[in-house]
């Protein structure tokens, strides 16, 4: 079975709206390509790839170059790229599809500097059963004062990405 039927069989037929967790090795990022072209071809479902180790950032920098070469194609960078979560904010400014996915954090800086930078394109999320989905909320919480901008990224901007 090719990647067209799994996906059509497995995440279109169950009314899945986007495919994940994608779990490249480091050196291995170029292997989820036809994914991207997939993905393009039904109607561009979100990917979703684990950026914390064993990534790094080169790995993110490819990953970033598949957003470019499938630009309607929406990638959330699950844990906002781990360690490299600066330069991951840094380097995601003009990729307009790069979405960053704020679970597995381990600095409140790092949600506080996205959700400033990107409103729109940050999610809220826990990595539950590893960290507490409460505490991950208050953490949103207690960065963000503005109503309507914590609104989006605790459940609007995923809403609108995937059209719920």
């Avoid at 090795?25 to 790839?49: D, M, T, Y």
Wanted: with cysteine; glycine share 6%; proline share 7%.
């Amino acid at each position: 079975m090719n990647n067209l039927e799994w996906i059509d069989k497995y995440i279109v037929a169950n009314g899945f709206r986007g495919i994940g967790e994608l779990t490249p090795g480091s050196g291995k990022i170029a292997e989820i390509e036809p994914l991207f072209r997939a993905s393009q071809e039904f109607g561009n479902l979100p990917l979703w790839v684990h950026t914390f180790m064993p990534l790094n950032y080169e790995d993110i920098k490819e990953l970033l170059l598949l957003a470019k070469m499938y630009p309607t194609v929406p990638l959330i960078l699950g844990h906002l790229g781990g360690v490299n979560w600066l330069n991951t904010l840094k380097a995601v400014k003009d990729i307009p599809n790069a979405y960053l996915d704020l679970s597995a954090i381990f600095t409140t800086m790092a949600p506080s500097f996205a959700i400033k930078e990107y409103p729109e394109r940050t999610f809220f999320s826990s990595d539950a059963p590893y960290c507490s989905p409460l505490t991950a909320r208050t953490i949103i919480e207690q960065l963000v004062k503005d109503r309507h901008v914590m609104e989006q990224v605790l459940g609007g901007n995923i809403s609108r990405l995937l059209k719920i």
